[in-house]
């Protein structure tokens, strides 16, 4: 009996003593939960990936970092100078930056990178399509020799899928480069990664070198980071709640109250970056009628949307572009908004007539179609809704939800009539990437490929001498895709993350357009 | 067939009897016990909790809750009864036939049968339904197919007993033909206990299709169904918990009313120890 008690004693003894220098250790990490809409990247592989999650960010470092006004400043690069004719670009570059694996950060590499870019198959290549070569001037100097004058070329250097890569382990490790093991000169390296679960990533300790625009040039002030990939929102929320993780690196608006309801949570907001669209696949009938296309857009009401799904928080879209993005200052005439009286004169003339049940028909066929969505809740929310709406000016929808992570090979069939989705980018070649009529299916979802959109989107993408010029061209070539009706805009969201306040202390303001690098360097955790 | 009702007459079976008449007379009348319509939305109404207009709320579209839950009984119970009546109609077929036939068709069916009986129901329906699309169709198939090996078994480990009884042997030398011996005298008498657990799979098949429900795989928006309001319903679970909490009771309480009603079905058939020993 005593012996019996006093082992259970020591035993408890024992299991406490365990769980305080556990809380000990865990003080120095802290576990994320990536956004929703990056769930599933299956690669660390910049040059090769179409999307990469947050973690991407804190194992690379990029040329140059943006600011929260979207100004450029000095990262890799310490500075650089562009020829007055735009025909060449100079970069001075840090010194005595290493890779994870010890290799030297220097101008070889820098070509040795810019390289890989035109060798390597992938989406991405557009990046650095207008670098003509590179040359090494010194071993920290580099200049780009362009093909054409390309003014987005800070920006693309600023874009985590520029982000530095060690040539020599990316070229040995092939396939396996960023998914079993990836080098890159960022604070973090990685530890493991499990596709669609999780990502775990230990401090770099030689880091020296952060973004100009972060407070810490480096280490980071956390050990250890954990990013976990949970795809529904209100599981995210729940586990944030009950201590599970510290931080959700997405909150959608109709969390934001139940976030701000519990006392050791706080939401952090930032300019928005997402706009939420609904594709119209322009090659299916009856969409390859424009006029059955421009009443599908003009029956979704993004002000009912806005206030009833999303709470009010955020902004209508009539654009395909984010607002804060000049190419977004279309001609009036050209944003698609509300207008349920255009959409029904528009299909009576088209054909479509009003007929039982609310459903119009036409040569004895009803006006039905496929609405296609992802799992998310808030997407099968959102879908519900454009529904009714559709309904309401007689077009019958029939939604089919896919699976968040295997609805981009379902688009690549190009079966698809109507669906719901959302992009994150803040630059004016997403029209590029989800309209260009070579990325048929994934990205362009819409099918649209028409020859009068190719010719300005070329002048868009390579004709531009300057920033004003590609900007109107951009603007032009945004305005044409609108009219052509190929997606009805929906909404655009705002940045709004979640912590735990009693874990977590966030620098006072954080200097990037999104919760990236220059906020992890500052970000400490509460001992 | 008066067993089903002296089933009502005991005390379990009695309260569960009247559930399940409730539910499927609120299914069958439908569009006349329902003051609003199921698919049209009021989104200024949304989230409402129980009131006199709302009598279990409203859901994330302002649609009444009361009126979906008696629109997805529809969805629930047609596509569970329809799955398992197939499933029973062909189980039986392939049963009776394995049994009274014997030999290669025999061994071909028992090892196709054990091989999806050795799998979950769960696992095959998801698998049919990732094949043939969801929707409610596809979800009828997948359960029916899912418990196809459970009636198939029964039914021909019945006939394999019934097979060697004096009256089969009589009817067979007074010149009766397979098909006069297989409908006249082995189904009849092997019907009773098929029909009792088929009776307690349409419960199983009812959580089934909740599932596949739950997944978005069953009946696709805005046509409800129980499975599918509980998959809103999780993402409201702190901003209108009634919107996951009624259809779960919905499904937990027709479940239990299921079984219960089947348990004293069993007493009265008094079919316990048949079923016991062939299932």
């Known amino acids: ?118 060798t390597t198959e992938g989406e991405n290549a557009y990046m650095a399509e207008a670098i003509a070569s590179v040359e090494v001037v010194d071993a920290s100097t580099v200049k780009f020799v362009m093909s054409r004058p390309e003014p987005n070329l800070l920006y693309n250097l600023s874009s985590t899928f520029m982000s530095v890569v060690e040539p020599k382990s990316f070229a040995a490790l092939g396939d396996n480069y960023g998914v079993t093991e990836v080098y890159g000169t960022g604070p973090y390296k990685l530890e493991s990664f499990a596709v669609g679960q999780e990502t775990v990533l230990v401090r770099n300790e030689d880091y020296k070198w952060g973004p100009a625009v972060a407070a810490n040039a480096g280490p980071a002030k956390v050990e250890r980071l954990t990013f976990r990939e949970i795809p529904e929102d209100s599981t995210a929320f729940l586990e944030l709640k009950t201590g599970g993780v510290d931080f959700l690196l997405s909150v959608p608006a109709d969390l934001m109250g139940e976030v701000q309801k519990e006392a050791n949570l706080a939401v952090l907001t930032m300019a928005g970056q997402d706009v939420w669209y609904m594709p119209i696949n322009v090659t299916k009938a009856p969409f390859d009628d424009i006029r059955v296309r421009e009443a599908a857009a003009k029956a979704i009401n993004q002000e009912e949307i806005l206030a009833s799904v999303f709470g009010g928080v955020g902004a209508v879209a009539d654009t395909f572009l984010i607002s804060a993005l000049p190419e977004s200052k279309v001609a009036d005439s050209a944003k698609i908004k509300f207008d349920p009286a255009r959409a029904n004169a528009l299909l009576d003339e088209a054909g479509w007539a009003m007929g039982d049940g609310g459903v119009r028909m036409k040569d004895g066929q009803p006006l039905k179609v496929t609405l296609w969505t992802q799992s998310d809740s808030i997407f099968r929310r959102l879908t519900e809704v454009v529904q009714a709406q559709l309904k309401a000016v007689g077009i019958e929808a029939e939604i089919t939800t896919f699976d968040s992570s295997m609805i981009r090979d379902q688009y690549k069939t190009g079966e698809q009539q109507l669906a719901v989705r959302s992009y994150n980018w803040d630059n004016a070649d997403i029209v590029d990437w989800f309209f260009g009529g070579d990325r048929l299916g994934y990205p362009n979802v819409s099918m649209y490929n028409d020859p009068k959109a190719e010719e300005l989107r070329t002048a868009a993408m390579t004709g531009a001498k300057n920033m004003d010029e590609r900007v109107a061209n951009f603007t032009a070539y945004h305005e044409y895709v609108l009219t052509q009706f190929p997606m009805a805009p929906i909404y655009q969201p705002v940045q709004a993350f979640a912590y735990n306040t009693d874990r977590l202390s966030l620098p006072a303001t954080i200097n990037a357009p999104s919760f990236g690098t220059a906020a992890f360097m500052d970000l400490e955790v509460k001992e | 067939m008066i067993a089903p009702l002296r089933a009502l007459t005991r005390p379990q079976g009695g309260i569960a009897g009247l559930w399940l008449i409730l539910v499927i007379v609120a299914a069958v009348f439908a569009p006349l016990l329902t003051p609003y319509a199921y698919d049209i939305q009021n989104l200024p109404n949304a989230y409402q909790p129980a009131s006199g207009a709302h009598w279990l709320g409203t859901d994330e579209f302002g649609r009444d809750l009361l009126t979906r839950l008696i629109y997805g009984a529809r969805t629930s119970l047609s596509v569970s009864a329809t799955a398992i009546s197939i499933s029973v109609l062909c189980g039986m077929v392939l049963g009776a036939a394995a049994a009274w036939f014997g030999g290669w068709l025999d061994r071909i069916v028992t090892m196709t049968v054990d091989l999806t009986w050795s799998f979950p129901e769960i696992l095959i329906a998801l698998i049919l339904v990732a094949i043939i699309g969801p929707g409610t169709t596809g979800v009828m198939i997948a359960i029916a197919v899912a418990y196809l090996a459970q009636f198939t078994r029964l039914t021909r480990a019945q006939i394999m007993t019934l097979k060697g009884e004096t009256f089969i042997e009589a009817a067979r030398s007074l010149g009766a033909g397979n098909a006069h011996i297989l409908f006249r005298h082995l189904l009849p008498n092997a019907l009773a206990p098929v029909l009792v657990s088929a009776m307690l799979a349409t419960g199983d098949a009812i959580i089934l299709e909740a599932t596949l429900g739950f997944f978005g795989l069953g009946a696709q928006p805005p046509v409800p169904s129980w499975g599918g309001m509980m998959s809103a319903g999780s993402a409201l679970i702190f901003k209108a918990p009634w919107v996951i909490v009624f259809p779960g009771l919905a499904v937990a309480i027709t479940v239990v009313a299921i079984n219960l009603y089947g348990d004293a079905l069993i007493a009265e058939l008094d079919i316990r120890a048949r079923l016991r020993r062939d299932a």
């Open chain 1, 1 to 118: 009996m005593t012996l019996s008690f006093r082992k259970s004693f020591l035993a408890a003894s024992v299991s406490l003593a365990a769980l305080f220098s556990a809380q000990t250790l865990a003080a120095q990490e802290a576990v994320f939960v990536i956004g929703t809409a990056e769930v599933g990247a299956p690669t660390y592989n910049p040059i090769k990936a179409t999307m990469l999650n947050t973690a991407t960010a804190l194992i690379f470092d990029r040329m140059v970092s943006q600011a929260a006004d979207l100004s450029y400043h000095p990262w890799l690069a310490e500075s650089w100078e562009e020829a007055a004719d735009g025909m060449s670009w100079t970069f001075k570059l840090k010194e005595g930056v290493t890779f994870h694996n010890g290799e030297p950060f220097n101008a070889d590499t820098v070509k040795a990178w810019i390289e890989l870019f035109k």
